[in-house]
Antibody
Framework: EVQLVESGGGLVKPGGSLRLSCAAS????????MNWVRQAPGKGLEWVSS????????YYADSVKGRFTISRDNAKNSLYLQMNSLRAEDTAVYYC???????WGQGTLVTVSS | DIQMTQSPSSLSASVGDRVTITCQAS??????LNWYQQKPGKAPKLLIY???NLETGVPSRFSGSGSGTDFTFTISSLQPEDIATYYC?????????FGQGTRLEIK
């Protein structure tokens, strides 16, 4: 059974940093691209970032480019999102999802507030 | 960026009704379109991929059609458990943009 479990969310002050993790199981992690998608409270879904299976290709939404860094460790079956210079508008539930978003984690809430 | 215009933004229907949601892309995306269902407090669930293919385990009352710029999502006979918000998403070009969502309620 495919499982994606996010962790690392929490309350952080504006300008602060946070690192999200996504632990994958039930499939060959190293064979699939992975994505981060977020959802602000009461709002719709927003694609944040994608990384190819071997980390050769990495993409970001304009809203996070230069502040967020996606990475993965195929040996640990894990996906990461390093978030720096956080802003109030980054407050959201962050989901990791596999390739074409067939599988999603349960999400982790990031709150940016003073 | 490709804009996805989804309509309506909300919809009220009765159990047993046929429900249709549309999604229009700002440029040709072939059939690179997903439809998701999201219930409150839960992650989105993939229902339809490649515009018209039913994901494994999803009831056959759900269907999708279209290609190019115009797409349709249909529930043939609305059930109480279908109350949710539905989203389309294109994956032809990055960023993989989502529609604004359609909140479906029971009348």
């Amino acid at each position: 059974e495919v499982q994606l479990v996010e962790s690392g969310g929490g309350l952080v002050k504006p300008g602060g940093s946070l690192r999200l993790s996504c632990a994958a199981s039930g499939f060959t992690f190293s064979s699939y691209s992975m994505n981060w998608v977020r959802q602000a409270p009461g709002k719709g879904l927003e694609w944040v970032s994608s990384i190819s299976s071997s980390s050769s290709y990495i993409y970001y939404a304009d809203s996070v480019k230069g502040r967020f860094t996606i990475s993965r460790d195929n040996a640990k079956n894990s996906l990461y999102l390093q978030m720096n210079s956080l802003r109030a508008e980054d407050t959201a539930v962050y989901y990791c999802a596999r390739d074409q978003n067939r599988y999603w984690g349960q999400g982790t809430l990031v709150t940016v507030s003073s | 960026d490709i804009q996805m215009t989804q309509s309506p933004s909300s919809l009220s229907a009765s159990v047993g009704d046929r429900v249709t949601i549309t999604c229009q892309a700002s440029q040709d995306i072939s059939n690179y379109l997903n439809w998701y269902q999201q219930k409150p407090g839960k992650a989105p669930k993939l229902l339809i991929y490649d515009a018209s293919n039913l994901e494994t385990g999803v009831p056959s009352r759900f269907s999708g059609s279209g290609s190019g710029t115009d797409f349709t999502f249909t529930i043939s006979s609305l059930q109480p458990e279908d109350i949710a918000t539905y989203y389309c998403q294109q994956y032809d070009n990055l960023p993989h943009t989502f529609g604004q969502g359609t909140r479906l309620e029971i009348k």
